[in-house]
């Protein structure tokens, strides 16, 4: 299996998304939505809600969400429902166990027990790497859309779906997300900053990774080494990185 995601400006462009997946033969248990809001508290049928907060929210949401049938209508209609408040971001509602697992990932430092079950059984699992620009579009927002398809012609038919649905491209959100911190990023750096920029930047979304978050570079440096093979870890790489260690935290206090 292939993760596929797809960010979308709203909830309804989502939906539309996912019903557009479900055409390609995607069945439900391997679609999910990860939007802001929260999940509401009554559901029909007295379907359980999973409702947490902070890390080491994994394993109570995969016990809720692994039997629970959502009452949310539309596209969603038929799919899990969780709810999580993330520092920095703020309520956000997931549908479906993938969409759950992304949420797992988004909320704690290194992932859930939900996503590991579907990287076990699905095969490669949700991009770490893209995890800021998530979190940076649900802050901003916009949703998510994951789909898990068949490796070759499905996945490749579930990506080109997304785009005709709307979705936005990752390398324009990458460079937006840049350009917001960019001038604070410059002020904090100092006139030496555009010959640099490059370098400290890819350092500073070396820190964002969740398996790096709250490392400082001494005990990551292995790890970039094998990460960045070929890329010169030179001094702005490292002033990025201990930079972006900061960010989340900074970005929690501030919100």
Not at 77 to 100: H, K, N, Q, T
Not at 118 to 125: A, D, K, T, W
Not at 228 to 234: N, Q
């Amino acid at each position: 299996m292939q993760a596929v995601t797809g960010v979308f400006k709203s909830r309804e462009e989502a939906d539309v998304a996912v019903s557009a997946l479900r055409s390609l033969g995607i069945p439900e248990k391997r679609l999910g939505i990860v939007a802001p809001g929260s999940a509401p508290e009554r559901l029909e049928a007295g379907v359980p809600v999973s409702d947490t907060e902070g890390p080491g929210m994994g394993r109570a949401m995969g016990a809720t969400v692994g039997g629970a049938m959502g009452a949310a209508g539309g596209a969603t209609a038929g799919l899990a429902v969780a709810s999580l408040a993330v520092p920095g971001i703020g309520p956000l509602i997931a549908f479906g166990m993938v969409g759950a697992a992304l949420l797992g990932v988004v909320g704690a430092a290194a992932g859930s027990a939900v996503g590991d079950t579907l990287e076990e059984n699905l095969g490669e699992g949700i991009p770490h790497e893209d995890v800021y620009l998530y979190e940076d579009s649900l802050r901003h927002g916009r949703s998510i859309v994951i789909a898990y398809a068949e490796e070759g012609e499905q996945a490749d038919r579930a990506a080109k779906t997304l785009d005709n649905a709307g979705a936005e491209d990752l390398d324009t959100l990458r460079e937006n997300w840049w350009q917001e911190l960019r001038e604070g990023e410059r002020a904090h750096y100092g006139e030496d900053f555009d010959r640099n920029e490059e370098s400290y930047r890819r350092g500073y979304q070396a820190a964002l990774h969740p398996d790096r978050r709250g490392k400082p570079y001494s005990e990551a440096e292995k790890d970039l080494m094998t990460a960045y093979a070929g890329t010169v870890l030179d001094r702005p790489f490292q002033d990025g990185y201990e930079r972006g260690l900061g960010h989340h935290s900074r970005g929690a206090q501030d919100r």
